[in-house]
């Protein structure tokens, strides 16, 4: 059986897949994550991380929408003078 990661391991992985970039580590958790990151753990850790990813996309996103919306409205609803 094989041991769980131990919090040095999960450390060094979350750094390569910072340096790998979300894009690569979506791809090689898709085509076979057992050759390119390594064993059902770091899968699991890695789907993760892609999970925390999508969620601060999605959180920064709406972050600049509602920014947008704060700046574009005096000019969008000032009414006609």
């Known amino acids: 059986m094989e041991g769980l990661l131990d919090p040095v391991m999960r450390d060094r992985y979350l750094a390569y897949f910072e340096r790998l970039g979300e894009r690569r580590v979506r791809l090689y958790s898709r085509?076979?994550?057992?050759?390119?990151?390594?064993?059902?753990?770091?899968?699991?850790?890695?789907?993760?991380?892609?999970?925390a990813k999508d969620y601060e996309r999605i959180h920064h996103e709406t972050m600049i929408h509602r920014q947008l919306r704060r700046l574009l409205k005096p000019i969008l609803y000032r009414s006609p003078s």
């Open 31 to 51: 085509i076979n994550c057992d050759r390119f990151l390594g064993n059902w753990q770091v899968r699991e850790l890695a789907d993760h991380w892609l999970e």
